[in-house]
């Protein structure tokens, strides 16, 4: 076996930084961008659950993942919930496509229907239940990938109390969306001082975090979108913290193309996951084009030019899932700017 010397392979872990850009760059560009939907209805007759964009099946996003899924009539998502279901600390959203049913996140009953879209906050319990005489189908989009990254991926699960980390702690660990409880500190021992204030600071931050996850935005009825014209076109704001949702890393957005017409050009450094809700249309992404309809997924590479098209006769109503939000607060943001939107 070849030993190696401590400066070569220092050297090689230096030089493995310094490639990793260009790298990933090749990565993007092998990225898988389209998947359609009969190959996905395919695989749900079979398993009802099916991973669609995520890095474990081959997807080069990093930070999030899809998947679609049926709740057969009359009963519930995971059949052997009971009480609290499970909660994770990923951030997720559930858009409905068809079918009637609620959701109990954190004791508190949403009633939603198709269209209606939840934004799960994150470590809150929650179940779905289908009301209907009819199958729900739903995607739903997580941050699990980038929680998996960072370590910080709890998934506790009524059904496997076995893998549990925190709720086990007691009654209040399951009602505390903070795992073990909050911090607590007597600051009044100490004399006072800008440090121990900022130490204080630091201790509370987990508490004030809960209070306004608490008082974040749940759910989106579809009545209540506000489609706006931009650069890119028509959109409308689903989730994002400028409206009244705790958000940190999950985005969502909606925009409408009216037939023959063509959305903005855009390139930017956070993750896409796009579905189509309605429509049909075409997409270029860089050097390369697809077609799409209804219920198709696009998964759009980080920092690739990509334009929608409109090339059906129905409105094209694309539902734009990002990780802007984490990218942000990793002081990772750019957005440019190409061609505007040929309609207003
Ligand atoms: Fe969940
Ligand atoms: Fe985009």
Redesign the pocket.
């Known amino acids: 076996m070849e030993v190696k010397s401590i400066k070569e392979r220092h050297t090689e872990l230096t030089m493995h930084s310094v490639k990793f850009a260009k790298d990933e760059q090749g990565r993007r560009k092998g990225q898988e961008i389209l998947f359609k939907w009969p190959d996905i209805e395919k695989q749900l007759g079979e398993h009802k659950h099916i991973y669609v964009v995520d890095a474990r099946l081959g997807s080069n996003n990093h930070t999030h993942r899809l998947w679609y899924d049926v709740i057969p009539p009359h009963t519930e998502e995971g059949q052997e919930w009971r009480t609290l279901g ?1 909660r ?1 600390t990923v951030e ?1 959203i559930i858009y409905f496509l068809k079918g009637h049913g609620h959701s109990i996140i954190d004791g508190e009953r949403y009633d939603w229907g198709p269209g209606d879209l939840l934004s ?1 906050p994150m470590f809150s319990w ?1 179940r779905h239940i289908n009301d209907g005489d009819e199958p729900v189908l739903r995607i739903a989009s997580t941050t699990g990938p980038l929680s998996l990254a960072l370590g910080q991926a709890v998934y506790e699960d009524e059904r496997y109390p076995e893998f549990w980390i925190y709720a086990q702690e007691g009654e209040d660990a399951r009602k505390t969306l903070i795992p073990g409880g909050g911090g607590k500190l007597d600051n009044g021992k100490i004399p006072g001082n800008r440090t121990a204030e900022l130490y204080a600071e630091q201790v509370a931050f987990a508490m004030h975090e809960e209070q306004l996850r608490r008082k974040s935005k749940v759910l989106v009825k579809q009545k209540d979108l506000v489609f706006e014209p931009t650069a890119m076109g028509k959109l409308a704001y689903v989730v994002d913290p400028r409206i009244g949702f705790h958000s940190k890393a999950l985005g969502v957005v909606m925009a409408e193309i009216p037939p023959g017409k063509r959305s903005g050009a855009h390139r930017h450094l956070y993750d896409e996951i796009n579905l189509i809700v309605g429509g049909k249309g075409k997409v270029i992404v860089e050097d390369k084009e697809f077609n799409f309809d209804t219920l198709d997924v696009l998964s759009i590479p980080v920092f690739q030019w990509h334009q929608y098209f409109n090339t059906g006769s129905e409105p094209l109503r694309i539902l734009g899932i990002n990780t802007r939000l984490a990218m942000d607060n990793l002081g990772l943001s750019l957005t440019h700017q190409g061609e505007h939107a040929d309609y207003v």
Request: charged fraction near 0%.
């Open positions: 499970h994770h997720a799960v929650h």
